[in-house]
């Protein structure tokens, strides 16, 4: 059954450090997402991707954060400064337009 | 604002109990909603997926139903089996893009 990987599964950063959370979503859907989870607390949403473009971003995703779609398979989340508020659980998710699939995320700590 | 709201948080039940998951939503101008399974440390499953139009969706021992103009939906759960007990989220879709979540109902089912 196809699925949304996520790499890594855990990283480790300092603080002030750039961090590139990769996924690759199911092959055939259009719409690509992420979603973060802070130890605890509800599962929020960072940005939607649709046609090369950010359709939706909340006011999470602030000027140090972007994403990026390099090449046909990868939707990367960078987050250029990271700060220790940015430890979390990062999801990707992936869709037709409708039902969402969810990777099994990217842990990431900030030291 | 759009706001998902779960309760009860926690619930605990014996083997074999029929049980209800209620979710409530603020905003009835939603386009789906979608709930979802999440065991501790993993990503989030998709359980079930209903349309704004739809009343109820079914999938083996689940069934949940979506009451818009209450603003309410309620995932139940048939012969509980200690392979259920997860956290379950409900996420309502209010733009096509960006899915509110509850912050979600711990189960356990005690065998």
């Known amino acids: 059954e196809p699925e949304v990987t996520q790499t890594p599964s855990h990283q480790v950063t300092q603080m002030g450090q750039e961090v590139i959370l990769r996924c690759v979503p199911i092959?055939?859907?259009?719409?690509f997402y992420w979603y973060r989870q802070i130890l605890g607390q509800k599962v929020e949403f960072l940005v939607s991707?649709?046609?090369?473009?950010?359709?939706?971003k909340s006011e999470i995703f602030d000027d140090q954060f972007s994403v990026e779609r390099p090449d046909g398979s990868n939707f990367t989340l960078k987050i250029r400064s990271t700060k220790l508020e940015d430890s979390a659980m990062y999801f990707c998710?992936?869709?037709?337009?409708?039902?969402?699939?969810f990777g099994e995320g990217s842990r990431l700590t900030v030291l | 604002k759009q706001e998902v709201t779960q309760i009860p948080a926690a619930l605990s039940v014996p083997e074999g109990e029929n049980l209800v998951l209620n979710c409530s939503f603020t905003?009835?101008?939603?386009?789906?909603l979608q709930w979802f399974r999440q065991d501790p440390g993993k990503g989030l499953t998709s359980l079930l997926l209903?349309?704004?139009?739809?009343r109820e969706q079914t999938s083996g021992r689940l069934n949940a139903s979506l009451d818009k103009s209450s603003g309410r939906s309620t995932l139940y759960i048939a012969a509980s089996q200690p392979g259920d007990s997860a956290t379950y989220l409900c996420?309502?879709?209010?733009?096509?893009?960006?899915?509110?979540f509850g912050a979600g109902t711990r189960l356990t089912v005690k065998p």
């Open positions: 998710a992936s869709s037709k337009g409708g039902e969402l699939f």
């Open positions: 209903i349309q704004s139009s739809q």
């Open positions: 991707f649709y046609n090369n473009e950010i359709s939706e």
């Open positions: 092959s055939n859907h259009l719409y």
């Open positions: 905003d009835s101008a939603i386009y789906n």
């Open positions: 996420a309502a879709d209010y733009n096509n893009n960006d899915m509110r």
